[in-house]
């Protein structure tokens, strides 16, 4: 219990998670789409996607609820609000950094959709939270799995709830489950948890919140990181797969080239020990994809450009 109490206290800390909201931990990003749909659905799910993980998720909850609507968006778009009635009681769901094709959802398109919509607003920050400055009060519903940004063995996951959440937790009261969200959130207001977690897990996470710089200070890294390789990529004629830079994420860097291009620069990278991250669903062979989490030390970028420079060099 002293663990878990403190623990949330550094994420707090590190993260500049406002004091009001709760933390809880599950297992995975993937469990927190079942409780969000389990316990803190009352009317309509609107899900805005452009990618793999947005739109699982949306399946996942409408196979719990079928309270789910897709709307997808464009690639290069931020997803338009205006066109959809949307009531109070609905839930407004957004992938923060979509990990299949580095989009992501700009600060303002968050706290545009906070200004207009009175309802509860979810967000998939798997691959961004611990990377980037979050605008938590502009969502109510933050959550992530740790093997991503956070950088720590997976099987954990962080669910990060505003006041609003916690009241529709309770107001729904939805128990019929081993992870109902009033039931997770009465036992970690008292730093339990409803069943035995991933101690070495949490413990990891209190080690690494303990040693980590303040967000702020991790994402301008990040983002100079990313400016610079796409500085670097361009001056190669490469370009990353999202032209617009108001929905291109700091942290997953998706870069497009021809097929041949693409599987021909991945076997040149095995060859000097570099594993590049493929592409995914759609864009599997024409792109391949840079984590740019804060645990890939700068000699890694620089090893990176090393391979890239020597391969490009050629065009
Ligand atoms: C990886 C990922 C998930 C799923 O994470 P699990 O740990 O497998 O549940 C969900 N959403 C996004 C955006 C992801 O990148």
């Keep these: 219990m002293e663990m878990l109490e403190d623990t949330m206290n550094k994420m707090k800390e590190k993260l500049f998670i406002p004091a009001s909201y709760q933390i809880v931990f599950t297992s995975s990003a993937t469990e927190c789409w079942e409780i969000i749909a389990q316990s803190l659905t009352l009317g309509q799910s609107y899900h805005y996607f452009n990618g793999a993980f947005g739109e699982k998720w949306c399946e996942y909850a409408h196979r719990i609820h079928g309270k789910s609507i897709a709307q997808p968006f464009p690639l290069e778009d931020q ?40 309802g509860l607003i979810a967000v998939d920050a798997t691959s961004s939270m611990a990377g980037t400055d979050l605008p938590w009060k502009d969502a109510d519903v933050w959550y992530a799995s740790v093997q991503k940004c956070f950088g720590l063995p997976s099987g954990l996951g962080v669910m990060i709830l505003s006041p609003a959440a916690v009241d529709r937790a309770y107001a729904i009261k939805e128990n019929k489950h081993y992870n109902s969200l009033a039931f997770v959130i009465d036992n970690f207001r008292k730093f339990q948890t409803p069943y035995t977690p991933n101690i070495l897990g949490i413990y990891l996470m209190n080690r690494l919140m303990g040693s980590v710089d303040p967000i702020d200070k991790i994402s301008l890294h990040l983002k100079n990181r990313y400016l610079r390789l796409l500085k670097f990529i361009e001056e190669f004629g490469v370009s990353p797969l999202i032209k617009n830079p108001k929905s291109r994420s700091s942290t997953v860097m998706a870069i497009q080239d021809a097929k041949d291009q693409v599987s021909a620069i991945k076997r040149f990278a095995s060859t000097k020990g570099i594993v590049l991250g493929n592409g995914y669903g759609p864009w599997k062979e024409s792109t391949f994809r840079i984590a740019n989490f804060p645990a890939i030390p700068d000699t890694e970028f620089d090893e990176l450009e090393d391979c890239l420079r020597e391969f490009w060099r050629k065009r």
């Design 79 to 118: 997803p338009l609000m205006v066109s959809v009635n949307h009531h109070s009681d609905d839930l407004l769901c957004f992938t923060h950094t979509e990990t299949s094709n580095g989009a992501v959802i700009a600060d303002e398109t968050l706290s545009s959709a906070r200004q207009n919509f009175k």
